[in-house]
């Protein structure tokens, strides 16, 4: 199985008329934040493929809309609701999905808080929004044997990736919740990656954490 995974930067190599060749292969997209929806929509529509992916703290223009979706939330097979096929795309912050019949992807959006603006959260904060996600991860436990296999964030763990400067630390929390529930993969963005030769990767208990700024294509075994 193969996922394309892209945050924080329009790639030209995605944004292509060449894309639906190069990633042709791939089985379904992750968005992790800081990308135009209209982005997302090129994809979903060059590629025709599910794309499932959270907010950062920049290009939030159509945060609202998830915020209090109205009429638009539609109840998915999980219980939960959520908007979906917006852009061709499926916000899944906060939630739990299920990708393929088979990969259970949890999804927690946003940055810091460093300058009061809009989806960032103090430590504090993001604790409550795993706390209230806990209910669904025991039941996954129970059902499937795990609690999920991918965290999809948009920012990494403190000390994993992050950066010192006020912006770009990372979360204490999502240390507790990678070695409490044990994911595979954490795939993150906010960090950008100018340098190519810079590691993306980093193994922190049960965990590989990959930074997928620009884009990352995960392969996984079957």
């Not at 993001?126 to 999809?152: A, C, E, Q, S, T």
Request: hydrophobic share 35%.
């Amino acid at each position: 199985m193969k996922i394309l995974c892209v945050a924080d930067h329009i790639d030209p190599l995605v944004y292509s008329p060449n894309a639906k060749q190069r990633f042709r292969d791939v089985d379904f997209v992750l968005g992790a934040g800081d990308l135009p929806m209209d982005y997302l929509g090129f994809i979903s529509a060059t590629l025709n493929k599910p794309i499932y992916f959270v907010f950062g703290n920049h290009n939030l223009r159509k945060l609202q809309l998830f915020k209090n979706p109205g009429n638009n939330l539609t109840e998915g097979a999980e219980g939960a609701g959520y908007l979906k096929n917006f852009y061709g795309s499926t916000y899944i912050g906060g939630k739990c999905v299920k990708a393929k019949g088979k990969l259970l992807i949890v999804g927690l959006g946003g940055s810091i808080l460093y300058n009061g603006g809009e989806n960032q959260f103090t430590d504090r904060e993001m604790y409550w929004k795993i706390f209230r996600l806990i209910p669904r991860l025991v039941w996954n436990k129970i059902v499937h044997g795990r609690y999920l296999d991918i965290f999809l964030a948009h920012s990494p763990p403190r000390q994993l990736g992050d950066r010192e400067d006020d912006c770009h630390r990372g979360f204490i929390s999502f240390r507790w919740f990678l070695k409490t529930f044990r994911p595979r993969y954490m795939l993150h963005g906010h960090v950008h990656l100018y340098n190519p030769n810079e590691e993306r990767h980093i193994h922190f208990h049960q965990t590989h954490i990959v930074n997928v700024y620009d884009h990352y294509v995960l392969e996984l075994e079957a």
